[in-house]
């Protein structure tokens, strides 16, 4: 099980939109529509912002969305925040029970 | 509302077992459907899934730490533990325990307990 791939880090400023990639393989993001998205702030837990690929929970604003092509799982943050500033990682169900997390990207709001 | 509080001793010695709990309020760790799961991160680094258990009992756990990680419930304080074994400095990392959802995502996570490997 090797962890999900991710861009170590990416920019914008207020206003733009982003994307986040996070690459797997046919054993977990492509074969599986499970791939979820956590935002995390300096010293805080982790929280999850996209499930199932695409689904937002309720409390989570609606210029946060996903998608999955393949084995690429993407983030797009659209109308960015200077709030919106932290690290973001992918995880994939991974079969057997199993999930694997990506390495994270550092998402710096100029 | 489901809250997870985890607890640890904070500093362990190299070949040591560590143990940790994770307190569970708002939710019976034995009833219905629910799976929970212990996850870990060094620092600077992205998180690890380490194992998860189901309210029946049954494990899963990472290949890479199957041999050393136990996840086990205990009904009467409703709590989850994790023994983790032999530990080295490789081990040093956030330990965090976290809820399953029915769509395989975490949430929500407690706030983890810092785990230091060091003699």
């Known amino acids: ?110 | 509302q489901v809250q997870l509080q985890e607890s640890g001793p904070g500093l362990v010695k190299p070949s040591e077992t560590v143990s940790l709990t994770c307190s569970v309020s708002g939710a019976a760790i034995r009833s219905g459907d629910n799976f929970w799961s212990w996850i870990r991160q060094p620092a600077g680094k992205g998180p690890e899934w380490i194992g998860r258990i189901y309210a029946s009992g049954s494990t899963s756990y990472t290949p890479s730490l199957k041999s050393r990680a136990t996840i086990s419930l205990h009904t009467s304080k409703n709590q989850i533990s994790l023994r983790l074994s032999s530990v080295t400095a490789a081990d040093t990392a956030v330990y965090y325990c976290a809820t399953v959802t029915g769509s395989s995502a975490f949430d929500p996570w407690g706030q983890g307990t810092l785990v230091i490997v060091s003699s």
Do not use: M
């Open chain 1, 1 to 110: 099980q090797s962890a999900l791939t991710q861009p170590a880090s990416v920019a914008g400023s207020p206003g733009q939109s982003i994307t986040i990639s996070c690459t797997g393989t046919r054993s977990d993001v492509e074969n599986y529509n499970l791939v979820s998205w956590y935002q995390q702030h300096p010293g805080k837990a982790p929280k999850l912002i996209i499930y199932e690929g695409d689904k937002r929970p309720a409390e989570v604003s609606n210029r946060f969305s996903g998608s999955k092509s393949g084995n690429t799982a993407s983030l797009t943050i659209s109308g960015l925040q200077a709030e919106d500033e932290a690290n973001y990682y992918c995880c994939s169900y991974a079969g057997s029970s199993t999930w694997v997390f990506g390495g994270g990207t550092n998402l710096a709001v100029l």
